[in-house]
């Protein structure tokens, strides 16, 4: 079992950068798949970016490419998300989440995800 906390959130001006941190207990945190997601008010959960347990390969949605920057550091069981360029859009409650994967595929639906943290929020402003 995995348990997930996620840290960072604050309020940012439209242009700016945060990062966020999604730290994990449990040994085998190496084994999953880390995905992060959003979920403004009124909205649906939505994909943000994942990386894989190994080797490290990412993917993420076009609405964050080439803004956002997923990695982890399994020695310390934490992933991040750096966050360039924000926008007014990029405002919502960002989750991470944990997969135990088979094969290699991406998991971009929030359904596929077994471990969830508490969120944290993300706010910025025009």
């Known amino acids: 079992q995995v348990q997930l906390a996620e840290s960072g959130g604050g309020l940012v001006q439209a242009g700016g950068s945060l990062r966020l941190s999604c730290a994990a207990s449990g040994r085998t945190f190496s084994k999953y798949d880390i995905g992060w997601f959003r979920q403004a008010p009124g909205k649906e959960r939505e994909f943000v970016a994942t990386?894989?347990?190994?080797?490290?390969?990412?993917y993420y949605a076009n609405s964050v490419k080439g803004r956002f920057t997923i990695s982890r550091d399994n020695a310390v069981n934490t992933v991040y998300l750096q966050m360039n360029s924000l926008k007014p859009e990029d405002t919502a409650v960002y989750y991470c989440?944990?997969?135990?994967?088979?094969?290699?595929?991406?998991?971009?639906?929030?359904?596929?995800?077994?471990?969830w943290g508490q969120g944290t929020q993300v706010t910025v402003s025009s």
């Open positions: 989440a944990a997969k135990r994967p088979i094969g290699a595929a991406f998991y971009i639906s929030a359904s596929q995800y077994d471990y």
């Open positions: 990386i894989k347990y190994t080797p490290g390969t990412l």
